[in-house]
């Protein structure tokens, strides 16, 4: 539950901007080229004087994991403007609110435990991987149980990974920038605290999955990631359950999320100059995702294949 509450806390945050500066549009072609030899996959679509370059971000790389930030450093430094992932924004009432209802967050329903939601073979891997655990883990609420279980995956918490990399090179050259929106506390809290434990068995299936595979799993997703083998990051059992699971797979935040960034890159493509837009790679690659619409407008969308192989 501290997980939870800390995640909540730290949706109570203040958007900064900096300063816009000016920059010259003939260095659209040299992004173009800077942008293709960084270590995060990015891909540049241009419409007529406008150019949007997108980079595919992932959650938990740890601060002493080897990639190449260099290159993206300096297509930011050449952008005009900056979009950054959904912010959320939580007021001190939300948090009180979570508080109260504290035991319906927190824990199932009085009198259940996980076997009643869970099928059979389901709750088999699920006491194989609890072993050791003691037994409050079986009255726990799913969302709490599935955190606990990506963990196990080796899921990282901070880390320094696309977007922590962007920030430093907008601050250093005074880059202006925003989040692509915002999500509102009280449409985050209301989820967890009204959602039938149901809503959340998939959650936990795919985070068992996770969990199964350990530590090596959360390695070859961050592998995959730094070789820009975008479609195998979307494959690993780790990215998968990220994205079933509170907030990201979230019923109603989901659709938001992406909505979201397909208007902004419409918006940024209508606007002269160079835009740079830092998203989860999945909202960016997967099947219908925002590379697949701007492909399907006729744009040529450039930076590494993003469609799994046949």
Request: proline fraction near 7%; glycine fraction near 10%; include cysteine.
């Amino acid at each position: 539950m501290q997980r939870i509450l800390g995640a909540l806390t730290a949706l109570v945050m203040l958007t900064t901007t900096m300063p816009a500066v000016a920059q010259d549009a003939d260095q659209v072609d040299d992004i173009v080229v800077v942008a293709r030899r960084a270590g995060a996959p990015m891909w540049t679509v241009t419409r007529g004087d406008s150019t949007v370059i997108l980079v595919g971000s992932i959650s938990g790389v740890p601060r002493d994991f080897a990639w190449r930030p260099a290159s993206l450093e300096a297509a930011t430094a050449r952008s005009q403007r900056i979009l950054y992932p959904t912010e959320g924004r939580a007021s001190v009432s939300d948090l009180f609110r979570v508080i109260w209802r504290i035991r319906t967050i927190a824990r199932l329903p009085e009198g259940k435990t996980t076997a009643d939601y869970l099928p059979s073979e389901l709750q088999t891997r699920l006491e194989a991987l609890m072993v050791g655990e003691g037994e409050d883990w079986r009255t726990q609420s799913l969302v709490g149980l599935s955190f606990d279980l990506l963990q196990k995956a080796g899921r990282e918490r901070g880390g320094a990974g696309a977007v922590e990399a962007v920030r430093r090179a907008a601050r250093a050259g005074r880059i202006p920038g925003e989040p692509v929106g915002l999500v509102r506390g009280d449409e985050l809290v209301e989820g967890l605290i009204s959602d039938p434990p149901e809503q959340y068995v998939p959650c936990v299936a795919a985070a068992i999955g996770a969990a199964e595979t350990g530590s090596d799993g959360a390695t070859e997703r961050l592998e995959a990631w730094r070789s820009l083998r975008v479609s195998d990051v979307l494959a690993t059992p780790l990215d998968q359950a990220l994205n079933q699971c509170w907030p990201s797979g979230d019923p109603e935040i989901a659709p938001l999320l992406r909505t979201q960034w397909r208007d902004a890159t419409q918006t940024a493509l209508a606007q002269p100059g160079v835009t740079m837009g830092v998203a989860n790679l999945r909202i960016l690659a997967e099947p219908g995702g925002v590379l697949d619409q701007l492909e399907g407008e006729g744009l040529d969308v450039v930076g590494p294949d993003w469609k799994p192989e046949p």
